[in-house]
Each structure stands twice: as structure tokens, then as C-alpha cells.
């Protein structure tokens, strides 16, 4: 067998041995340092041959790469202020001479030759003249007698003025129609001393009273309360004498009345519409309004009695205080409730006033208003209408 070298062992080791430090360096793992050539054991040849095993090629170590951290940089804008400079141009008031040709006077003196006379004396003969007397006549004339006509100014006459009587030469209102609440200008003219303004009602109560120049106007305001007119007034006065002139304005009422033959006021408000309840009696009437909720007995006496509602169905009605026999009729309902309870005007109960009922309660459709003083008009089914007086107690029929 041929005899392998003892250095390829060697080298063979050295390989391994920078392999791995080459591997170590990659990963970063540092390596003790080789050994030296010096530190090596020597070899003694021997002449006995021997089989020297030889060692088989050993891979190197892989190595995995570590992620290391590589810094990275990022730019972040900064807002830096920096000046720029804008010019500004504002405009300024400069004067600007500008020429113009003017006229300026100039006085040059020219000296002139101006011819002055001299004088110089010398003889010369003069003529001297006598005088002769000589003897001369002059007329003096006379004065003379003249007649001159002389003007005498006469007195004149002076006219004395005499005031006549007084007098409203005009006197109107407008408009002479207008509703309740709307005004109206009254104007006039007179002639006297002194004027005075009446406003008077078509009764002849006095509304208002009042001085006023002689020539003027006023502005009033028409109220339905004071009825359906109203009088204006206006008095002229010279010492004891006095004229008189009156016009009038007619009040048309808003809401009107719901029948032709109406009062002198105007209602309060308008007229309600109903089903209501009407009853013949002996001595009477009976209507119920349940607008208003209130039950009217009339008699025929004219007297009047209100009396408020306070049956509902279902509640028991008081037995009569005398006994009614046919033909006659016990009232029943709101009517027959007020009967039976409540008293008539002077105390009695009303069956002694009114006596019982003659027909049945009779539904007809109606009309209630309400006017002054309390006051309320009520259609019935005959087609007339009452005027019920509800302060006074009576009521009165009043047309249609």
C-alpha cells in the first residue's frame, strides 16, 4: 500500500478550521483564535507502514442571516416663517405746478414833449377910450293886481263797519253713513264771535260739548251704544244773539240684526241659530233656548221671568203642586222642570201665574240675539219676534 503523506491530515484540518471561522465572522460569533504551526505536535516517521484512516470531507456549518435593525430616516417638514416683502403703494397729495399764461400788466413810462408857453414883455401902445355922459330912460313897470284861484281840501268820509247777526253758513259730516267704531269728520263754517260743538243723541241727550273756532273741523269716532244716529251741532254766537245748525250720522251696525223692525242700538253680537222649545199655557208662553240655556215664561200680562236650565234627561221631575185634568197638559222636560220648581216673578208658583199648559212642547228652529241693557230678541214659530226686557221683567212683540 502506498504511504499517504502525514501533511494532508494537516491541511485538511486547517480547511475546517477557516471554514468555521469564516461562518463564526458571519454570524458574528467570534472564534478563539487557530492554533499556530508551532504548537503542533511533530510527527517521528516510522518505517512500519500503517494504515492512516482518512478523515472524510466534513460541510461546512450553514448560517442564517439575523435581521439586524438599519436605521431609517424620515424627513418631517418643518414650517419655517420667512419674510417676504410686498411693496404697498399709497397714494399721496403732491401739488403739481402747472403753468398757465397770465396777463401781467407792465407800465413803461415814455417821457412826451409837452410845448409850456413863456412869456416874455413887451412894449406895446395901448388905446384908452373916455367915457362920455349920456343920458338914458328905463320903464319900471308896476305891479299888477291878480286873481289866483286857491284849493281847499274837504274832509272825507270814513265808513263805520256794523257786524251782522251770526251764522253757520255750512256745516257736514262724512261720511254720512258709517259703522259702529269707524271715525267721521264733521267740518263747518260760521260767522260770530264765539262757536260751540254738541253732539246729541236722536233722544236728545247731550254727548259731548265743546268750544270751537268759527271755521274748523273735528274727527269722531260713531259708538252703536248711543244708538243708531247721532246729532252734530253747531252754535255760532255775537253778543246776545246766537244761529244754529245740526247735521247727522246714521250708524249701520256690524253684526247686524237678523229681523227688519230693529231697535234704535245695535246688538252686541251676532244672532245664534237653534233648535229651541216652545209651549202655549193658559196665561202664557214658554220657550226654551238651549243657545243660552235659559227658559222664558211670558204671560200674557207682559211680564217676564228668566229662569237658567238645570234638567238633564234622567233626572225625576217633581210631582205637580195641584192636579191638572185633561184638556190641560202637565209640561214636561226643561220647561215642565222650571214649572214645577222654581216661583214667578212675585213669589206665586208659576202655575198660579200661568196656569198649565194648553199644547205639547213644539220644536221650531230660531234665532236669539243679544242687545243693550241685557236685552233679547227671540223668534218664535208664530214668525214674529220678542223683544224680552230681561231687567225690566216685560216683553214686548215687535214685527218680523
Known sequence: ??????FIPMRTLFLVILALGAASLACGVQLPPPPTSASLPSLTPSLTPSDTPVPSATLPPTWTPIPSATPSF????????????????????????????????????????????????????????TPTFTATFT????????????FTL??????????GPPAVTTLTVSPATAESGTPVTVSWSAVGETATLEIVTTTGVVLLTENVPTI????????????????????????????????????????????????????????QQGQFLYQQFERGYAIFVPNLNQVYFLSFDRRIAAYPSVWSPGVPQPAPVNPI?????????????????????DGRPIYDALGAATTPAIPYFGNVQAGALNDVYLSVPTGGVYWLQIGTALWFPIGS
Not at 221 to 231: F, K, M, Y
Request: hydrophobic share 35%; net charge positive; proline share 12%.
Open 1 to 6: 500500500m502506498k504511504r499517504r503523506s502525514a
Open 139 to 150: 320903464l319900471t313897470p308896476t305891479a299888477t293886481p291878480t286873481n289866483t284861484a286857491t
Open 74 to 129: 424620515t424627513l418631517t417638514p418643518t414650517p419655517t416663517n420667512t419674510l417676504t416683502y410686498t411693496p404697498t403703494f399709497t397714494p399721496t397729495d403732491t401739488a403739481t405746478f402747472t403753468p398757465t399764461n397770465t396777463f401781467t400788466a407792465t407800465y413803461t413810462f415814455t417821457p412826451t414833449q409837452t410845448f409850456t408857453p413863456s412869456f416874455t414883455p413887451t412894449n406895446t401902445p395901448t388905446f384908452t377910450r
Open 216 to 271: 274748523g273741523q273735528r274727527v269722531y269716532t260713531l259708538d252703536q251704544s248711543n244708538g243708531r244716529a247721532i246729532v252734530f251741532k253747531i252754535t255760532a254766537r255775537r253778543g246776545q244773539q246766537t244761529a244754529v245748525n245740526s247735521v247727522s250720522a246714521v250708524i249701520t251696525c256690524n253684526p247686524t240684526w237678523f229681523f227688519t223692525a230693529a231697535p234704535a242700538n245695535c246688538p252686541l253680537q251676532a244672532a
Open 154 to 163: 274837504a274832509p272825507t268820509l270814513t265808513p263805520t263797519f256794523t257786524a
Open 325 to 345: 185634568t185633561p184638556p190641560l197638559i202637565v209640561p214636561n222636560a226643561q220647561i215642565g222642570y222650571v214649572w214645577r220648581v222654581y216661583p214667578w216673578i
